[in-house]
């Protein structure tokens, strides 16, 4: 039996190379250790497009650390979003949803100010499968096989930061992001009766940082900027199990039907444990300018940069993953006046256009993206509670694929503001 084990791993391994996809999320997804969230969209619905420039208000952005002491109440913010990716001419659309950014905010003094964070880091589901069956000589008889790998879970980060305003013009931020999460995979062979099923599961950690800074040029012209570094590489602890054949097709190793080899008579492979899996740094550098107390331009340049030496050493859907990311963004942003009375005076607005391209490492092919993000807010209340809502559309074009990816974003995000740590008079 052990024999026959070998057989069909070798067999797993070699028609792998003979798949086609059935999109999980999109190819990105099959790229290295998933899609990373930071490529899908936008982060959260009230800032839009910006990642450094204002957007709420001509001097503050939940995702720029160095601005949150601007504010002038504690900010509970959570965003949602719901997501589609399609391919031209062919009936494959895929989406999710989901929470994508949650962050608590507490200025203190308008000098200093303290915020937790969390939200989704790498998306992981992709489903392949073998769309023709193939035939294989073993045993003395011809069999037809087809195969398919799955992998579902992603990795989840969850941030500490703070700002220092140095003085009135120039401010500091840090974040320090935690990095935590899980998958599963399997990877299955068909031989006309019954799937004979090898499963793993991953278990992922590891610290990434950011700072960021805010200079004050003129009145009207602020100029920000980001730099990321890697504290702890992401580090993969993989425990994998052996080849059973799965006799009532659940996908399950279990007692229901049967199963061969029983639960109970094999053990989990050794844990194995892989280091510096992502290993990032890069920049961001952006420039605001104020058309006027309630409207402002703005641009934004991304790069990044992956170091990591150990990808080629795991199992891929596809052999190869993103070594270098480049973006560019232009936005305009029309901020609420918080002293109007005026219906539409509340309301803010934003839009933006994105151009970035991914060099991928094997054999330095580019896949592109064009973007486009629009958005609004009503801000209600004297403490400035805020609804917003933004849409997201864009497409990518892959190295040899003829089709191009479309891809949406609705994001829905609900800001609450209050007045914290206040120290009450006695009576």
């Not at 009532?248 to 510096?276: C, I, Q």
């Not at 089709?403 to 009576?427: H, M, N, P, Y």
Request: charged content about 20%.
């Amino acid at each position: 039996k052990s024999h026959m084990f070998i057989i069909m791993n070798r067999i797993a391994l070699s028609f792998f190379i003979l798949i086609s996809f059935s999109f999980g999320q999109g190819y990105m997804n099959a790229y290295g250790l998933g899609s990373y969230y930071g490529n899908q969209g936008i982060n959260n619905a009230i800032d839009g497009i910006n990642i450094l420039a204002p957007s709420i208000s001509d001097h503050f952005n939940f995702s720029n650390p160095s601005t949150w002491h601007n504010l002038k109440y504690t900010y509970l913010s959570l965003s949602y979003s719901a997501d589609q990716n399609s391919h031209e001419d062919r009936s494959l659309v895929n989406g999710y949803s989901g929470l994508s950014n949650a962050l608590w905010i507490v200025p203190i003094k308008a000098k200093y100010s303290f915020g937790l964070s969390i939200a989704p880091y790498i998306n992981q589901k992709i489903i392949i499968k073998n769309l023709t069956s193939a035939e294989f000589f073993a045993f003395d008889d011809t069999l037809e096989v087809s195969n398919s790998f799955k992998r579902s879970g992603g990795v989840m980060s969850f941030g500490l930061g703070g700002s220092y305003r140095v003085n009135q013009k120039l401010s500091l931020g840090i974040t320090t992001n935690i990095l935590f999460g899980s998958s599963r995979q399997s990877e299955s062979i068909y031989f006309g009766g019954s799937d004979v099923i090898k499963t793993s599961r991953n278990r992922y950690s590891g610290l990434i940082s950011n700072i960021f800074l805010s200079i004050k040029l003129r009145n009207d012209l602020t100029f920000h900027s980001s730099f990321k570094s890697t504290l702890k590489p992401i580090e993969n602890v993989q425990q994998g199990r052996y080849l059973f054949d799965d006799v009532n097709s659940n996908g399950y190793h279990d007692w229901s039907s049967f199963d061969f080899p029983f639960p109970d008579s094999v053990e989990a492979y050794p844990e194995n444990r892989v280091l510096d899996l992502h290993n990032p740094n890069g920049y961001r550098l952006g420039l605001n300018k104020l058309i006027s107390k309630k409207t402002a331009l703005a641009v934004e340049l991304f790069s990044q940069t992956e170091h990591s030496k150990q990808l080629r050493n795991i199992f891929l859907p596809i052999n190869n993953w993103i070594y270098k990311s480049r973006s560019f963004n232009i936005s305009y942003s029309r901020f609420p006046d918080n002293s109007s009375l005026n219906l539409f005076d509340k309301i803010s607005f934003r839009s933006g256009l994105r151009y970035s391209y991914h060099i991928l490492s094997n054999d330095s092919q580019i896949i592109r993206e064009y973007g486009c993000s629009i958005g609004s807010g009503y801000k209600f209340k004297a403490v400035g509670n805020q609804i917003d809502f933004n849409y997201y559309f864009g497409y990518r074009k892959y190295p040899n694929e003829p089709v191009r990816e479309l891809i949406q974003q609705l994001q829905v995000g609900v800001s609450l503001a209050d007045v914290w740590f206040i120290k009450r008079r006695q009576k």
